[in-house]
């Protein structure tokens, strides 16, 4: 079941700072969040797994609320290049296989 | 290391054609899957594999098939194109299972179906 992100997009003038959620009705193993520019791959920022161990990029934050299956993405003084659009993916107790993303938070950061 | 490399990147179809679309990862990774995404939209789950000769669908696999015959290539074959196929597809693997580890992206192939 597709995870739901929200706000489904943000517009921020550089320095400002964001915050991007996901929530998903079912138990959770990992939320995995990645950012894709226009035109480019998905590239990964974050794991955040079950048990409090993350890994992944060392200037962006998260956090996984794993009783209420939620986790959110904080952007603090945003930078032009923050640009783009986050998703989050999310991995199922039941599969060790499929990630599951969201349909995605479009984030302007303009000057 | 290249990576994840696919081919082509853009293709045009005619409805009802078949083709392969090509992916091949060098990083000895064990998981690979594939994704489409359409405009605005996020990346759903095609089909993934766990290791060579282990292959499974995810959220759309209709209309798709795929076989994993070396750790390295994981080919997606369109066996009947259809208008509703036009979209962006990516190919990923990943070290492990997909749970716990990060998912590299390939450059992804643009898909049009007349």
């Known amino acids: 079941q597709q995870p739901v992100q929200s706000p489904q997009a943000v517009i921020l003038r550089e320095g400002e700072d964001a915050v991007i959620n996901c929530s998903s009705s079912k138990a959770l193993y990992s939320v995995h969040w990645y950012r894709q520019k226009h035109g480019e791959a998905p590239v990964f920022l974050m794991i955040l797994l079950k048990g409090g161990e993350q890994k992944g990029h060392d200037k962006i934050s998260a956090s996984f609320n794993e009783k209420k299956q939620q986790s959110s993405l904080y952007l603090t003084a945003s930078q032009l290049s923050y640009s783009g659009t986050y998703f989050c993916?999310?991995?199922?107790?039941?599969?060790?296989?499929?990630?599951?993303f969201g349909s995605g938070t479009r984030l302007l950061v303009r000057p | 290391n290249a990576g994840v490399t696919q081919t082509p990147k853009f293709q045009v179809l005619k409805t009802g054609q078949s083709m392969t679309l090509q992916c091949a990862q060098d990083m000895n990774h064990e998981y690979m899957s594939w994704y489409r995404q359409d405009p605005g939209m996020g990346l759903r789950l095609i089909h993934y594999?766990?290791?060579?000769?282990?292959?499974d669908q995810g959220e759309v696999p209709n209309g798709y098939n795929v076989s994993r015959s070396t750790t390295e290539d994981f080919p997606l074959r369109l066996l009947s194109a259809a208008p509703s196929q036009t979209s962006v597809y990516f190919c990923?693997?990943?070290?492990?299972?997909?749970?716990?580890?990060?998912?590299?992206f390939g450059p992804g192939t643009r898909l049009t179906v007349l």
């Open positions: 993916g999310t991995a199922g107790m039941d599969s060790s296989y499929k990630l599951i």
């Open positions: 594999s766990v290791g060579a000769g282990i292959t």
């Open positions: 990923a693997s990943s070290q492990g299972t997909i749970r716990s580890n990060t998912q590299y």
